[in-house]
Nanobody, 123 residues
């Protein structure tokens, strides 16, 4: 029933920018904390950013702080992740996730997940 669908991934070069989108449906996601995680081949899935519903408080991983911006639009059911100054180490499958209550970087607390969108940053 619940569904999160990511889009906007692709191939970019080092230093360029990209905007990822996540569309939520099937649940009342406008009251959920929304987040982005990423997973590179052979590595564990890691937290990127999250944003709460009511207050709009954001949290970023140190690896993307200053280069990424998470925001919510369309009655808070669409979430974006804008990244600039992309690096090869940003290459990964990016996943959208959702949880109830407050924001958190803990992967295990997120209840709903999308299928991911591939981001490849070439040198």
């Amino acid at each position: 029933q619940a569904q999160l669908v990511e889009s906007g991934g692709g191939l970019v070069h080092t230093g360029e920018s990209l905007r990822l989108s996540c569309a939520a449906s099937g649940r009342i996601f406008n009251m959920y904390t929304m987040a982005w995680f990423r997973q590179a081949p052979g590595k564990e899935r890691e937290f990127v950013a999250c944003i709460t519903s009511s207050s709009g408080i954001t949290l970023y991983a140190d690896s993307v702080k200053g280069r990424a911006s998470i925001s919510r639009h369309n009655a808070k059911t669409t979430v974006y992740l804008e990244m600039n100054t992309l690096k090869p180490e940003d290459t990964a499958v990016y996943y959208c996730a959702a949880k109830v209550l407050g924001g958190s970087p803990r992967l295990s607390l997120y209840e709903y997940w999308g299928q991911g969108t591939q981001v490849t940053v070439s040198s």
